[in-house]
């Protein structure tokens, strides 16, 4: 059996597929054969999936004492935020260390052996190899993460805000048929000038896909429904952005952030096929101020599954969206170590209900439109 070390080494985003004179040949003919192209990850079977909370022990870097050393620190240049609010996104180079970078990797690769339920939908889609919204409610190692790293000093430093909570986050490994030209609404129950969205990439992408494009400056725009998911860059009212496309080249240890509203697209490999790894962790923050907003019927119910009893307009305060800067909450972290915080079955026939109209509907329609083909540049 092989070690958990030599497992990860297997899944550092080496390629699987050559194509050089070392391929094998044909026993008869002698001549040479070109190895299939095949992906690194498999789809798990239905009976792999875990249904409950997940601890795989994985110790934090640096010599943090889990629950018990204060979050890190990053300082954020002044020239980087006014880049974010001028341009709608911005890349942060380096922002993770080997180190945080190999934890990352290590909880991504023990998530995707043992694969949770709350995956199966995404990844049953094909969508990802691996796709799981609020990984840190079921994984611990992405709630110390979350606890201990230096994301939220570096999130209320873009945010120029006093407090950052993690409205919705998702862990996700190789998008296969790519993402056409979007904006964000799975932010959670937030609206998008409460939010941060962020990327926290463990690998660097290929030259010709898998990296985000965006439309710089975007966000400004006023004919784009928040609601809205698919976006026609053709149309009417886009004129002054269409043309303004930022490819990002991101690397391990990178985070990249944007506001909610900041359209962009991810193309996927021509043929869905994945031979190395494009492993990310990203989602949505809460800035201070934030008030919960109650999308049941619209397509933001999927970010907002769970029991925890706030009504539209209250004060986004819950351990159900944790706390992350200036520190983590000790109350908090309890709530989601006992199960007390998760999604209730019950809570999501409710909420998914109101997806009966025909506004919910239309809005759900949007969204399956994102979707791309396996062609390599959709969108465009």
Request: glycine share 10%.
């Amino acid at each position: 059996m092989r070690s958990a070390s030599s497992r990860e080494s297997s899944r550092l985003g080496q390629s699987t597929f050559t194509e050089s004179s070392a391929a094998p040949t044909d026993e008869i003919t002698g001549v040479g054969m070109i190895k299939r192209k095949a992906k690194v990850l498999k789809e798990p079977k239905l009976w792999e999936y875990n249904f409950g909370l997940q601890d795989h022990k994985i110790a934090l870097p640096h010599g943090i004492q889990e629950r018990t050393t204060p979050p890190e620190t990053y300082t954020v240049s002044e020239e980087d935020v006014q880049v974010l609010e001028r341009d709608g996104v911005v890349l942060l180079k380096g922002v993770f260390d080997k180190e945080w970078v190999q934890y990352m990797r290590e909880a991504t690769a023990k998530q995707t052996e043992e694969p949770h339920f709350w995956s199966f939908a995404g990844t049953a889609s094909k969508l990802y190899d691996y796709i799981q919204r609020n990984i840190w409610q079921t994984n611990k190692a992405f709630a110390n993460f979350y606890y201990h790293s230096a994301v939220g000093d570096v999130l209320r430093q873009m945010g120029r805000c006093d407090e950052i909570r993690i409205s919705t986050d998702l862990l996700m490994v190789n998008p296969n048929k790519g993402f056409k030209w979007h904006q964000d609404n799975q932010n959670g129950p937030i609206i998008p000038e409460e939010g941060l969205r962020f990327w926290i990439t463990m690998d660097s992408t290929p030259a010709d896909y898998g990296s985000p494009v965006y439309l710089t400056g975007s966000h400004n725009n006023d004919v784009v429904s928040s609601e809205a998911v698919f976006v026609d860059i053709e149309m009417e009212g886009l004129e002054e952005w269409k043309d303004r496309k930022q490819n990002f080249q991101v690397g391990p240890g990178d985070m990249l952030i944007w506001h909610p509203k900041t359209i962009h697209k991810i193309d996927g490999p021509s043929d869905g096929i994945w031979d190395t790894y494009r492993r990310v962790l990203g989602g949505t923050a809460a800035k201070s101020g934030s008030l919960y907003h109650d999308k049941t019927g619209s397509g933001g119910v999927l970010s907002d599954l769970g029991r925890h009893g706030l009504q539209d307009g209250e004060k986004l305060d819950s351990p159900f969206f944790p706390k992350i800067y200036p520190t983590f909450e000790m109350e908090e972290a309890k709530a989601r170590d006992e199960g007390v915080v998760g999604r209730n079955p019950k809570d999501i026939i409710s909420k998914l209900g109101g997806l009966a109209g025909s506004s919910a509907g239309n809005r759900f329609y949007s969204f399956f439109q994102v979707l791309g083909s396996n062609t390599k540049h959709p969108g465009t």
